[in-house]
Nanobody, 123 residues
Framework: QVQLVASGGGLAQAGGSLRLSCAAS????????MGWIRQAPGKDRDFVAG????????YYADSVKGRFTISRDNAKNTVYLQMNSLKPEDTAVYYC????????????????WGQGTQVTVSS
């Protein structure tokens, strides 16, 4: 089991940047594929980005490709999401989550979730 605490959300202007962090507890962090999932008001949760366990391969939703970068530091039990060129449509609650799937790309494939952090992008 792993417990996750996300931070770093806030208000940004369109074109700006934010960096989210997610700290994990436990010794098993490196055995999980980690992901960021977001939920905009009135919408379903959408996968944003993932990074695989062991080999650290990254993959993204088309909507954020080229703008967002996911990374992990297994020594610090932390996963990050660097968000650049933000758009108003990126406004959502962002959740970090851990998956036992090698390449989890659906919210349903993520087993453990953090509490979420709000990102608001103004135009």
């Amino acid at each position: 089991q792993v417990q996750l605490v996300a931070s770093g959300g806030g208000l940004a202007q369109a074109g700006g940047s934010l960096r989210l962090s997610c700290a994990a507890s436990g010794r098993t962090f490196r055995t999980y594929t980690m992901g960021w999932i977001r939920q905009a008001p009135g919408k379903d949760r959408d996968f944003v980005a993932g990074i695989t366990r062991i080999d650290g391969i990254t993959y993204y939703a088309d909507s954020v490709k080229g703008r967002f970068t996911i990374s992990r530091d297994n020594a610090k039990n932390t996963v990050y999401l660097q968000m650049n060129s933000l758009k108003p449509e990126d406004t959502a609650v962002y959740y970090c989550a851990a998956s036992t799937y090698y390449r989890g790309s659906s919210p349903d494939e993520y087993r453990y979730w953090g509490q979420g952090t709000q990102v608001t992008v103004s135009s």
